[in-house]
């Protein structure tokens, strides 16, 4: 990290009338990471999540060329210079590890690390439904509940939905009244976005792609 300084003389009519030092600090060489996220909230050892769609974030200091992203074998993924999203099956797998590192004209940073593992409670007995993918005028939702004992589905009303963008910027944040509802995506810019209903403590995710 350096420190640029910069001093700016004021003057009117030939004569300084003011001086103001300005301090900027600045990365300087290699890429280096700054924080790590998870589905937008703060990443820590020994998050868990369950299967669906999920996505990991990294903040670098300095210019960033490039980045590569490594996930476990298997699990289906997209990434950018920031954001890696992926997708944790419901079976067959019962964790994700997942490293980045960045790269540009003074070198490669070191590697940074996820790792999650599938939750063994709370997951499957939500459902989320949301129709057409992708949608143009309207995305239609519809939560339901399964109850493990009963086998039977039920409707079940979700305390948030939300969708966001790929930089993680709410575009729609509601609180739903019904089990089945709408969401207007006809000023929704195209292009991907992920669906977020929270039941309680638990978070579904959906990839959602916007075709107006």
């Not at 020994?46 to 670098?60: E, F, L, R, T």
């Amino acid at each position: 990290m350096a420190t640029l300084t910069g001093v700016f003389n004021f003057t009117t009519g030939g004569v300084t009338c003011a001086t103001q030092n300005v301090a900027k600090s600045i990365w300087l060489g290699k890429p280096s990471i700054i924080s790590q996220t998870l589905n937008g909230g703060s990443y820590f050892p020994g998050s868990q999540i369950c299967p669906g769609n999920h996505w990991v974030g990294v903040s670098w200091n300095g210019l960033v060329g490039s980045t590569f992203w490594n996930v476990t074998p298997g699990i289906s993924y997209y990434s950018n210079n920031t954001t890696c999203n992926f997708t944790l099956p419901n079976n067959g797998y019962s964790s994700v590890a997942i490293t980045v590192n960045a790269t540009n004209s003074c070198g490669t940073s070191s590697n940074t690390s996820f790792y999650l593992s599938k939750k063994t409670y709370g997951c499957g007995s939500f459902l989320v439904s949301a129709s057409p993918n992708p949608a143009s005028n309207d995305l239609n939702i519809k939560t339901s509940l399964v109850s493990e004992t009963e086998g039977i589905q039920y409707e079940a009303i979700a305390d948030a939905v939300y969708l966001v963008d790929e930089s993680n910027s709410k575009v729609i944040s509601i609180v739903p009244s019904d089990a089945s509802f709408n969401l207007d995506t006809r000023q929704i810019k195209n292009g991907i976005y992920f669906l977020h209903t929270r039941f309680g403590k638990d978070e579904f995710v959906k990839r959602i792609i916007i075709k107006n």
